[in-house]
């Protein structure tokens, strides 16, 4: 694993995110719409920098199965959601702008519930993988088209506890494979 964006690189990004978004609403409420699970240590960071009357929704997006490293079909669920955005500033939070689609998808189903804007913050934007006509208004970190973990994001359910992003090597998932296919093979002994 090869540390790409250190946890002193985090704080400065997302504190420089933080500013900005102040100055935007300028002492308006916002209500913050966090894409789960990846963006949760990037939203609870962001969100305690944010000094303006804040509310907290949450939505569950998913694309990464398993052990694919190149996004699937997008997996959407709005249950989490509150119906309580109308008339609201609204801000998207998501770990990662890969292809798009994640905020390509849930920008549209947001507006249909009549906030007053939306806009959208990523802690990462991977380089030159947009299958999209938008752009993040917000972008902590640019970073090169290498399959990252840590600071909430995963491979297989692991290193989302990571304080920093890494790139995730060949030698790594094969080492997180291993874990999972012994967690899979002991699940089923003991299940019969």
């Known amino acids: ?22 100055r935007h609403y300028d002492g308006r409420p916002l209500t913050i719409v966090g894409v789960l ?7 609870a960071d962001l969100m305690r920098r944010i000094d303006l009357p804040l509310r907290l929704e949450l ?8 052990a694919d490293t190149r996004p699937g079909p997008l997996a959407l669920n709005l249950d989490l959601l509150s ?8 801000l998207l939070v998501d770990d ?3 292809t798009g689609n994640t905020l390509w998808e849930l920008i549209p189903q947001l507006n ?19 299958e999209v006509p938008i752009k993040p208004d ?10 990252v973990v840590g600071y909430g994001l995963d491979y297989r359910d692991m290193y989302r506890n990571l304080p920093f ?25 003991e299940q019969g």
């Open 1 to 22: 694993m090869k540390t790409l964006i250190t946890e002193e690189q985090l704080r400065q990004g997302i504190d420089r995110m933080a500013q900005e978004i102040r």
């Open 138 to 147: 917000y972008v902590a970190f640019n970073i090169p088209d290498e399959f």
């Open 112 to 130: 249909e519930l009549g906030p007053a804007s939306i806009r959208s913050a990523v802690l990462l934007h991977k380089e030159n993988r947009c």
């Open 37 to 43: 699970i990846g963006s949760l240590v990037f939203l």
């Open 165 to 189: 992003v890494a790139v995730l090597e060949a030698s790594d998932r094969e080492a997180a494979d291993a874990e999972t296919d012994i967690e899979n093979m002991a699940s089923k002994a």
């Open 59 to 66: 939505v569950q997006a998913r694309s990464y199965r398993g």
């Open 96 to 98: 990662i702008f890969d």
């Open 83 to 90: 119906p309580d955005v109308r008339g609201r500033d609204v």
